[in-house]
């Protein structure tokens, strides 16, 4: 009897990481002459949400290009930053609130198994509560799948991981 193999398809967020992207950006902008005497500050206000506060939308665009690149740097989807209004903050200032999006719903769980299935790979995807499970006989089926889905460039971030 062939052994099957298989993998995981996943959508996650290094939090420490997260933590660490946080940290640069907030010396960066420390060090920076354009920010002296600026109220701009990154908070990690809890597991998935940022807030960033600013004098003003340009300077608050300013500190989210400086967050995006540290996100770069430490291996960081920026697809799983989701970007809510900005809003008027006390002081006169602005404040916008990053989500960050962990887990794949089912509607992205749904569009990867629709995309495996139209493969037309002898592979078999399974929505396993926030990830989806790929099972397959041949491994470059599987690895097929991979490249297939690592072309396809969703808007969400995605890894692979427990490749058995």
Known sequence: MAKEHSFDIVSDVDGQEVDNAISQAV??????????????????TSDEL???????????????????????????????????????????????????????????????TKLIRDSGLKVKAQIQNEQVRVTAKSIDDLQTVIQEIKQKDFDFPVQFVNMR
């Open 50 to 112: 940022i807030t960033i506060i600013s004098d003003d939308e340009y300077k608050l665009e300013s500190v989210i290009d400086i967050l995006k690149s540290k996100f770069i740097k430490r291996g960081l989807s920026q697809k799983s930053m989701e970007f809510g209004k900005i809003e008027r903050a006390s002081g006169g200032t602005v404040r916008q609130v990053i989500t960050l999006v962990s887990g794949l719903s089912s509607e992205r769980a749904k569009k990867i």
């Open 27 to 44: 010396k960066e902008i420390t060090n920076r002459y354009d920010f002296k005497g600026s109220k701009s500050s990154i908070e990690r």
